[in-house]
């Protein structure tokens, strides 16, 4: 959105209301397009070199794909394709970025279970290094724990084949504008404490359906 009109300050301090109005007018037509934005960071992601067999991008769409097809609902299929939306731009807290992105729209569960899901996959490779894989269990008494566990067994860890045929980002764009139109920090989207399940078995066989009768 191009600003025709603009603030008449050079110092915040100097802003009136009509300005601060204005700003806030721009701010929140802005928002609506970070959805869209974001899927096109993903695709970023793999300007950074990695030895990883799947790029980047194809690790978040796999994960995106596994929890479509495990029948997840939206909150955990965008948690899904933007947990390592961070990867490039922090990669020493790379959960924390993403997390702090999709905060004010997702569940909190799932919100938790992205800012923590790096010290979760450390479980699988830590080991290897000397390092303490169970360093997770100091959240073993926090409620999403459990879901933080399937999120990474299920989902992450297991999100670099090449040989998995992911749904193509397009798949994904309605449902990342859906969640990203969200209220900020609504109480309905943030859920406090409510878990809701991973997987929804008749919602998955739904889907394996749909996508048999498409082939
Ligand atoms: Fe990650
Ligand atoms: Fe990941």
Redesign the pocket.
């Known amino acids: 959105m191009t600003a025709e009109r603009r603030v008449k300050f050079s110092r915040m301090a100097d802003g009136d209301q009509d300005d601060f109005a204005l700003l806030d007018q721009h701010e929140r037509a802005s928002a609506k397009a970070v959805g869209q934005r974001l899927l096109a960071t993903l695709e970023m992601l793999d300007d950074a070199p990695s030895a990883y067999r799947v790029s980047r991008s194809e690790h978040s769409l796999q994960c995106a794909t596994r929890a479509w097809f495990d029948g997840a609902d939206s909150d955990w299929i965008a948690a899904a394709l933007l ?2 939306i961070g ?1 490039i731009l922090a990669p020493y807290n ?2 924390e970025y993403a997390a702090a992105v999709l905060r004010p729209y997702l569940r909190e569960q799932c919100t938790w279970v992205v800012r923590h ?2 010290i979760f ?1 450390r479980y699988y490779y830590a080991h290897q290094f000397g390092g303490d894989r169970e360093a997770r269990r100091k959240y073993r008494d926090n409620d999403y724990f459990d879901d933080a566990v399937a999120f990474c067994e299920r989902w ?1 860890q297991a999100s670099f084949d090449p040989s998995f045929v992911s749904l193509p980002m397009d798949h994904f764009r309605p449902l990342v504008d859906e969640v990203f139109s969200r209220e900020p920090y609504a109480a309905c989207n943030i859920l406090p404490a409510v878990r809701l399940p991973l997987v929804d078995a008749r919602k998955a066989a739904s889907r394996r359906n749909d996508a048999v009768s498409a082939a």
């Open positions: 947990h390592d990867d790379h959960d899901h790096g996959q992450d």
